[in-house]
C-alpha cells in the first residue's frame, strides 16, 4: 500500500513537471539592433504561426519600428538600458517589411528590414 | 525565380504607391541638428562659431512616398558672398519606396561617397570639425540634384545609385581639390550627367563596410578640355562594446589636367594647379572609457589622417609640398544625454613643405540633434 502511495507521488510529480515545462516554455527571442541608419539583423525569418519576442534597443538616437501588417508602431529609446520588447506572429506566409518611424537623420528611409514568414515545412 | 518575385515585389510597390496613406505613417515632422565651435588655431585669435543650423523636414505623404528636406545655415549669418556664411538646400528628394530592395529617389540629394557625407550629425562622429579627408579629397557636405535608385539585398547588402549634375572642373584648386567645384543644384549645367554609387555590406556582427564611387565628365565649361573625375572610395567601421574603430580611403583622379590649367591660366591669369591625382586615408580608434549611459558616457578617441591634393600633377607641374599633409587628432566626446555631444580636441597638422608649417590647433565644440 505504501509502494503505491510512492508510484502515485511520482507519477503527479513528473505529470506536474511536464505540464510545467511546456507552459514556461520561452518563446524565442531575436534580438535587433538599431542605429544610424540600419538595423540589425535587417531579415528574420520566422515560421506562420511562431511566436517571436522582437527585444529592440538603440546604439544611438531614438529610432521608430514600425511592422508593416500589424498595428507595431513603437519609439525604441534612446542608447541606454531601454529597450522594447513586443511579441509577433503571423497568420500568412509572405514578406512583413519593418522600418524606422521616426526621423532619425539624412539616412533614415534607408533604416529598413524584412520579416519572412514560410510555411513550417519550408522551414 | 528570385528575378520573378523581384519584378512582381515592385510591381506590387508600384500599385501600393498610389494606396492613401495608412494611419501614422502619414504626417510631417521636423527635426535638425546644431553645431557650436571655439576654434583657436596657433598662433591666431580664437573665434567662436555657431557653424551649422541645420532643419530637417519631412512629410509622408502616404506610407511609400516620402519627402525630405534639409535646409542648412552655415557660420550664422548669411551675407552677400560666402565670406560670412551659406545657405544650403542640401537635401529635397522624393522617395518612392517601391520594396525592401528597389526604391527610387529623385530631387536634391546627398552624393553617397564616404562615411561622414551621409552621417554627419555631431553626435555620430568624433572631433569638432569633420576629417580633413572628408573635407578636402571627399567634399562633404557633397550634394547635388538627380535622380537615382535604392536598396537592401539579402541580410545586408545595400546600394544606392544616382545621376546628378557633374563637377564644375573650372572651379578646382590646388588647396581643396574639387571641392569648389559643386554645382549644387543650382541651375546645374547638365551636358553631360555624372554617376555615382555606393555599396555597404552590413551582414557581419559589427561591422560595416563600404565602396563608393563617383564619375563623371567635368569640363563643360573650360573649353577644349576633355577633364573626367572620378572619385574611388573604400571604408570600414567597427564598433563593438566600447571600442569603435574606422577607416576610409580616397582616390581622385582628374584627366586632362595639364590643358585645364593651361586653359584656366589663360581665362583667370593663374594657373589653379590642379592635380592629376589626390589621395587620403585615416584611421580612428575610439574607447568609450565611461560607458554607464548617459550622462555617464564619455568616449576618447585618436585618428591619424594623410592627404594630399596634389598627389600626382600633369607632365610639366611640380606638386607642392605643403599640400601633402597629414595629422593627429586626439580629443574626446561626452554624451550628457546621447543625442548632445560636448567635444573636445588638439589637431597637430604638418605637411612635406619645407618652407611653409601649417598650424597646430585646439578646438571645442558643442552639438545636438533633436
Redesign the interface.
Known sequence: MKTSWRWLLVCVTVLLTMLHGSAVQERRVVRISAE???F????IALAVGEQVDLVVTS???AHGL?IEGTDV?LTIP????GEIRVTVSFDKAG?Y?FAC?R?C??????M???IIVREPAAQ | MQKKWAIAGALQGLLLLGMPAAGRAQGSGLSGYMELHYNKVEPQDAILDFHRFVLLMSHSFSPRIRFVGELEVEHAIVEGLEDKGELELEQAYLDFLLTRSFNLRAGMMLVPVGIINERHEPPVFNGVERPFVDTVIIPTTWFEAGVGAHGEIGNGLRYRILATAPLDAAEFNAAEGIREGQQHGAEANVRNFAATGRVEYLGIAHLTMGASFWAGDSSFSVRGVDSAVKVAEADARYHRGPLELRGEFAHVSISDADRLNAALQRQIGVSPNVASAMRGFYGEAAYRIWNAGAPRDLVTFVRYENFDTQYRMPEGFVPLKLYDRDAWIVGATYFPEPDIAVKVDYVRLANQSGITKPSNGFNVGLGWWF
Request: positive net charge.
Open positions: 544610424r541608419f540600419s540589425t539583423p535587417s531579415r546604439d544611438d538616437t514600425r508602431d534612446k542608447r541606454g538600458p514578406r517589411e518611424s526621423m537623420g539624412a539616412g533614415h528611409n534607408y529598413r528590414g524584412e
